[in-house]
């Protein structure tokens, strides 16, 4: 992330890292408890290993990942459905770069497009349907992952093609909510924090209402946080503040660009062409109206009802992708990280996505290798 | 869960803007910041802007995180 | 002459004849030796460095360069980055059927120019078509001869902890210039690749009788890989700290962007080196004298001669570890 409006004196970040540190150990050694916080955002698991955070507060604040990386909670049987509609010849697969080094039950995307498959990368959705346009004698579909952010996003692509009228392109969505599974973690996981360090970005579209029921329900406090050094130093701050006080709330520590209400805009598009629906997530399973699909209208693009795909049940690896992203475990704990499981090797897809607990902790926090 | 960049809007359409981030430019949508102007910094995600950045509360946070660091009481 | 290239060009008639004479040779000035089969060359050391490198860039045209320009600093700058002094290239080229002869000319003489240009010179050379869709446009194979420098050599057995670390200039100018000459995700820069041969800097450096005791040109993986390899290979610790890597804006905001790191991007006209500290300044106004150089900047320490890793130093004050590059970059959401 770049450095627009961070303060131009680097002490700033260390001063704070001093004063959360110290704030931290006196309220365990008050409480007998160190406070222990999960990042929801999987670009937070990223930021605080690369910036360094994460190690600075090793021994005095406990930063656990959680499930807000859309790669690393798609269900297994959805990744394998996935690249199953790559296996046609004459469909073009459109991807984020993200999705591509997955593994799935037979191989990944990258292996499939390795053996000719016409699969694509693409940095917009939009970009899919442009490729649509130029090939009307193919199948374009496009695989659309996300949480919040990402599905208004999606909802534009799909807005083009209706707009266009374009036949040939469809979405394969699978797409996730931020409240169900924040419930879901604190009632039937009952994963053990002291708070959350909530997205930044989807929180740009749901707003920081969002989040008041972990207070109302949970008595749980939150604090919505960018991805600078010093955004994420206070916000964890904030946090232990709260608790030390006792007192929980949902502070909005990104308030130059996450509004109340969010962006209303972004939410009539998103339920303009989705609707609730149950989905699955990895390691968790099922959750009622936790995700988003295509509503019924705009069902000619919907490639789950357009092709018929079928894959069997996806074999169970020692993996435990399920438990890093409900907080139920470290990456060090799970017996093939760093050995069957690396970047190049990946068993599950917290190895693989930049933003997964395994990939993070193996580029910056690794010991040894 | 989500990148995203803070870029300068250099030129605008209709629904789409040029944008500028440090130096290196690219074309994205802005169906769900139509209010905003040449200028001004959005939040940009897959190629759409999300966000405008008020640079007062940006300016703002940064006068708080020095206080913060330095204030003596915790 | 024909526009394109066909596979008649290659099959050693008339046709591949004029190809040679009216492109090859002309641009590289060496009548003499074409007339036989192996050039013979007269080198004063006891002691020669070869090299070989193979060049497949897409595009073959982008700002900053060509393959042409690439397939000539690429193999001159490894001579030159392991002490060497260039003196010859061979070069080899695969053309696909169907590419254009203007492109070609313009790849060939951009070679010939830049090769002039490096002090060194093009003494052997050859040409094969291949069926459309064998090979995409152009593919150029360079080797490289050069000769031992007298009494001075590079030698990484005598790093010791407090040498410092210095780039001759800004890092992974070259892979965002690619790929936003690619088009394919829409970025627009005005950024250039740094491809350059680096030969006469680097003899600045020698010349000067400063004790580098390792150099390297950062190409694919970038600084972290390269360095990673050193340390690994030297059984150094060498740290780096995050706010002295000089990188361009554009870089920034591209990496930015697409979720990329500076450190793993390929870089076509820098060295690192590895010099005693007491030689710090004076090996950074050497290499600001040249253009490539203008940006050189200490970049980090050698912290230890046990353990063979690289560690960054964040402005926090926190040390990680860095890697070698795990898979190629891809451009994310997430």
Known sequence: ?369 | MCVGVPAKVIEKKDYTALVDVMGTRMEVGIIFVPDVEIGEYIIVHAGQGMSIIDQNFAQASIHEWEKMASANVI | MDRKITLAHGDGGELAHKLIQQIFVSAFGNTRESHFDASFLSLDSGQIAVTTDSFVVKPLFFPGGDIGKIAVSGTVNDLAVAGAVPLYLTAGFIIEEGFLLADLRQIVQSLADEARAAGVRVVAGDTKVVEKGSVDGVYINTAGIGIARSGKTVDPKTIESGDVVITSGTIGDHGIAILAARGELGLVTDLKSDCAPLNRMIDAVMDAAIAVKMMRDPTRGGVATTLVEIAEDFKVTIQLQEQALPIRREVVGACDILGFDPLYLANEGKVLMIVPKAEEERTLAILRRFPEGANAATIGEVTDTENGKLLLETPLGSRRRLHRLSGMMLPRIC
């Open chain 1, 1 to 369: 992330m770049q450095t627009l409006f961070e303060p131009q004196d680097p002490a700033v970040a260390k001063k704070l890292a001093q004063k959360l540190i110290h704030l931290a150990d006196s309220y365990r050694e008050r409480t007998g408890i160190m406070p222990t916080f999960m990042e929801v955002c999987g670009s937070h698991t990223m930021a605080l290993a690369r910036t360094g955070v994460k190690l600075i507060l090793q021994g005095h604040v406990r930063l656990l990942s959680g499930p807000g990386c859309p790669v690393c909670v798609t269900d297994q049987k959805q990744i394998d459905a996935m690249i199953e509609l790559a296996e046609s010849d004459d469909r073009i697969v459109c991807t984020f770069g993200d999705m591509i080094r997955v593994p799935g039950s037979k191989r990944s995307l990258q292996s499939a497009k390795t053996e000719g498959r016409d699969i694509r990368i693409v940095y917009s959705p939009l970009d899919a349907v442009r490729i649509a346009e130029e090939n009307p004698d193919r199948d374009v579909v496009f695989l659309g992952v996300g949480f919040e952010t990402t599905v208004p996003v999606l909802a534009a692509a799909l807005q083009l093609a209706y707009k266009k009228q374009l036949k040939n392109f469809s979405m394969w969505a699978t797409t996730k909510l931020v409240q169900p599974v924040l419930r879901t973690l604190l009632t039937e996981k009952h994963v053990k924090i002291n708070g959350f360090l909530l997205p930044g970005h989807v929180s740009i579209v749901l707003g920081q209402h969002a989040y008041q029921f972990l207070v109302d329900e949970f008595q749980m406090p939150g604090v919505i946080s960018g991805f600078e050094t010093v955004e994420m130093l206070s916000a964890i701050y904030q946090l232990v503040k709260m608790l030390d006080a006792d007192h929980p709330a949902i502070m909005n520590n990104y308030k130059s660009v996450v509004r109340e209400n969010g962006n209303p805009a972004a939410q009539k598009l998103m339920f303009d062409y989705f609707e609730p629906c149950d989905e699955a997530w990895r390691g968790i399973g099922m959750i009622p109206q936790s995700g988003l699909d295509i509503r019924e209208k705009y069902a000619a693009y919907n490639a789950k009802k357009k092709f018929k795909i079928e894959v069997g049940e996806p074999k169970k690896t020692r993996c435990r992708c399920g438990d890093m992203i409900c907080g139920l475990a470290t990456p060090e704990e799970c017996i093939l990280f760093g050995k069957a499981c690396t970047p190049l090797h990946p068993v599950g897809p917290c190895m693989v996505s930049t933003e997964g607990a395994c990939s993070a902790h193996y580029a910056y926090m690794r010991k040894d290798g």
